[in-house]
């Protein structure tokens, strides 16, 4: 059984500093999705990572993928107040067998 | 454009009764899943299906039955519920491949009292 966790659960950091967050994964996958949840909004699409290797940037968030060491990682570039939300890194099992699992999620608190 | 379209938003049932949570998407998306999420929680897969005529169980399937008749769509029935089924349900899918994105619908936030 895939078991996906993250580290760490609860993240408070001032503004204009840096900080990553990991996912770690139990089973072999080269796809990885890093998604953003807002207070009682739905998950909006951050990162798709498909190969080992894998790094995507968009504005302050920067996201890579190690497959051997099933490893991501999601840095944050000095933070901002509007980069405060909860994180959720997922795993695809196999393909033909997509069953997308999710991390425990990392709710981050950016302090002005 | 509409993408995944859950409802009810809200509801609110007693213990015993049972409701189905409807879940649409127009993309002629293959794959669909449920999801719940308890407060301060991850998501959790109820069931998934990948395509018409074909479903299987997630993590926590138990209390729901799903069916997949049209590609469109992916209602989620519970019976007979119980306060362990309050929760936030999220509905997604996507087209089989790899590298696709998932979409969610916007959730329902049930409570069983």
């Known amino acids: 059984e895939l078991k996906v966790e993250q580290n760490p659960l609860f993240l408070s950091m001032q503004e204009g500093k840096n900080y990553t967050i990991y996912c770690n994964y139990s089973?072999?996958?080269?796809?990885l999705y890093w998604y953003r949840q807002d207070p009682g909004k739905s998950l909006e699409s951050l990162f798709v990572?498909?190969?080992?290797?894998a790094v995507k940037q968009e504005g302050r968030l920067m996201a890579s993928l190690d497959t051997k060491a099933r490893l991501s990682t999601l840095h944050i570039t000095a933070a901002v107040h509007d980069l405060s939300a909860t994180y959720f890194c997922a795993v695809d099992m196999a393909v033909g067998n997509e069953k997308l699992t999710f991390g425990t999620g990392t709710r981050l608190t950016i302090i002005p | 454009n509409a993408g995944v379209t859950q409802t009810p938003k809200f509801r609110i049932l007693k213990i015993g009764q049972s409701m189905t949570l409807q879940c649409t998407q127009d993309?002629?998306?293959?794959?669909m899943y449920w999801y719940r999420q308890d407060p301060g929680m991850g998501l959790k897969l109820i069931y998934y299906?990948?395509?018409?005529?074909?479903?299987d169980k997630g993590e926590v399937p138990n209390g729901y039955n799903v069916s997949r008749s049209t590609t469109e769509d992916f209602p989620l029935r519970l019976e007979l519920a119980a306060p362990s089924q309050t929760s936030v349900y999220f509905c997604?899918?996507?087209?089989?491949?790899?590298?696709?994105?998932?979409?969610f619908g916007e959730g329902s936030w049930l409570t069983v009292v």
């Open positions: 997604a899918s996507r087209t089989q491949g790899s590298g696709n994105t998932i979409y």
């Open positions: 089973t072999t996958s080269d796809r």
């Open positions: 299906s990948v395509g018409a005529g074909i479903t």
């Open positions: 990572l498909l190969s080992n290797g």
């Open positions: 993309m002629n998306h293959n794959y």
